[in-house]
């Protein structure tokens, strides 16, 4: 069970001393807070959000651009709250649920989270196996998912925060490199850019597409995720001030949100060069890969698939390890990575899911259909339990949410209201 840190939420909140901690901070006090974001991002952009970003731009050229600049506010906002909470009182936001309003709904939001991965890990490493597959062809498809997996399973077993944090800062600086580039050599016009991509056109009037773009920024997951890894980072530090460590995270968090919306908005313009008007269908991110080489050159082409893999690859390493965590802190267990129920809940989030390819060579349906319905319902759910925790003043004390954080936050209860109504609205569409 883990313990809060008796804090003065007052005293850590002064503003004579943020200003003199915020004075003492350096460049390099800024790149070491890097991390928890990071490894967050890195979950954020996985396969899905690739296709998505693709094939927006395949079909609408930039005009979606803006959309992926709100979206990325939005998840900044949605996630600020856990810096609070998990600084202040130095435990995680599923702890926090679990300790102050109840163990049931802690419960569904490691069994949201666990079915999730399930369900989802299979894409995020047929997603790098298709990736792996663009240079290596001579191996299956299935034995490429396997060793990711494997790989995947194998960083996690390890169990160690600073591992993690650092593959995850050089995936997520692969997949900026790499898709930044890729938009880069296509060619395009910067003046269209900024005219098309900042019109404020819904594209096509399809609203249904704004919602799923915000959703792919947005997984329920990502703000019990943030609290868990930044937890990790500073449960062993005790020369910094809660001042400078909530100094570091924002702006770590600031920092990952921008790489986010580079990722996503550079995969927007490349798609929107080269294949928007041409005619050429794109149904998934190899797709889009395949198509760059006859018309940008084998090196973009290579450029794509190295930022397809990290993107695959970042999501499968990002679900094992917080669904571990995750499950030690819904049962109030202690966070050990090596004691056997965490490390049967990593062999369930890397390898059942491969299995489940193997035997039935897709995931079943029903099981992504349950895994949708779970998140879309687990996302309004995790912004109100936020909300509840941010105004309760038996436990920020005089750090509750002002008025004008609670009218930003429950505009964004708000929004993923609508993302949940609209997966709900699509899946009785497809029963």
């Given at each position: 069970m883990s313990v809060e840190r008796k804090v003065d939420v007052e005293e850590t909140i002064d503003p004579k001393e943020n200003h003199n901690e915020e004075s003492k901070l350096s460049l390099r006090d800024y790149l070491k807070g890097l991390g928890p974001a990071a490894i967050v991002a890195a979950g954020i952009i996985g396969p899905g959000s690739v296709t998505t970003a693709s094939v927006t731009g395949a079909n609408y050229g930039y005009l979606a651009l803006w959309i992926i600049?709100?979206?990325?506010?939005?998840?900044?906002?949605?996630?600020?709250?856990?810096?609070?909470?998990?600084?202040?009182?130095?435990?995680?936001?599923?702890?926090?649920?679990?300790?102050?309003?109840?163990?049931?709904?802690?419960?569904f939001l490691f069994i949201t989270v666990l079915v999730g991965a399930i369900a989802f890990q299979a894409g995020n490493f047929t997603g790098a196996a298709m990736a792996l597959n663009y240079f290596v062809p001579s191996i299956s498809l299935p034995m490429w998912a396997l060793s990711m997996a494997v790989v995947a399973l194998v960083i996690a077993w390890i169990g160690v925060y600073r591992i993690l944090e650092n593959i995850n800062k050089v995936l997520i600086a692969l997949m900026v490199l790499a898709f930044v580039l890729t938009a880069f050599f296509s060619g395009p016009s910067?003046?269209?850019?900024?005219?098309?991509?900042?019109?404020?056109?819904?594209?096509?009037?399809?609203?249904?597409?704004?919602?799923?773009?915000?959703?792919t920024t947005m997984p329920p997951n990502i703000v019990l995720g943030l609290s868990a890894f930044m937890k990790s980072k500073y449960a062993t530090v005790q020369s910094i001030s809660t001042s400078k460590e909530m100094?570091?995270?924002?702006?770590?968090?600031?920092?990952?949100?921008?790489?986010?919306g580079l990722i996503t908005g550079a995969i927007i313009i490349c798609a929107g060069t080269v294949i928007y008007g041409q005619g050429i269908e794109i149904t998934s991110a190899a797709d889009m890969a395949v198509q760059l080489t006859p018309l940008l050159g084998r090196y973009a082409?290579?450029?794509?698939?190295?930022?397809?893999?990290?993107?695959?690859?970042?999501?499968?390493?990002?679900?094992?390890?917080?669904?571990?965590?995750?499950?030690?802190?819904?049962?109030?267990?202690?966070?050990?990575?090596?004691?056997?129920?965490?490390?049967?809940v990593m062999i369930i989030t890397s390898l059942v899911p491969i299995g489940i390819i193997m035997i039935f060579d897709a995931v079943p349906v029903a099981l992504i259909i349950t895994a949708q319905a779970l998140n879309g319902l687990a996302l309004p759910v995790v912004a109100s339990l936020l909300?509840?925790?941010?105004?309760?003043?038996?436990?920020?004390?005089?750090?509750?949410?002002?008025?004008?954080?609670?009218?930003?936050?429950?505009?964004?209860?708000?929004?993923?209201?609508?993302?949940?109504?609209?997966?709900?609205?699509?899946?009785?569409?497809?029963?």
């Open positions: 600049v709100l979206s990325c506010v939005f998840a900044y906002f949605y996630q600020e709250p856990a810096i609070r909470i998990t600084l202040l009182k130095k435990i995680s936001i599923m702890e926090g649920v679990r300790n102050h309003i109840g163990k049931p709904a802690a419960l910067l003046g269209d850019i900024v005219t098309e991509g900042f019109s404020f056109q819904i594209p096509a009037g399809d609203y249904w597409l704004v919602i799923a773009l915000l959703a100094k570091l995270s924002l702006f770590d968090l600031r920092f990952n949100m921008l790489g986010t082409g290579i450029l794509f698939a190295l930022g397809l893999w990290a993107a695959g690859f970042s999501s499968g390493l990002y679900q094992i390890s917080l669904a571990c965590m995750l499950m030690n802190q819904a049962f109030g267990k202690k966070e050990d990575f090596k004691a056997k129920r965490s490390r049967v909300l509840i925790l941010c105004n309760k003043k038996s436990f920020l004390g005089s750090s509750v949410n002002t008025i004008r954080q609670n009218m930003i936050y429950g505009f964004i209860l708000l929004v993923v209201t609508v993302l949940a109504l609209r997966v709900f609205l699509t899946l009785l569409g497809k029963i």
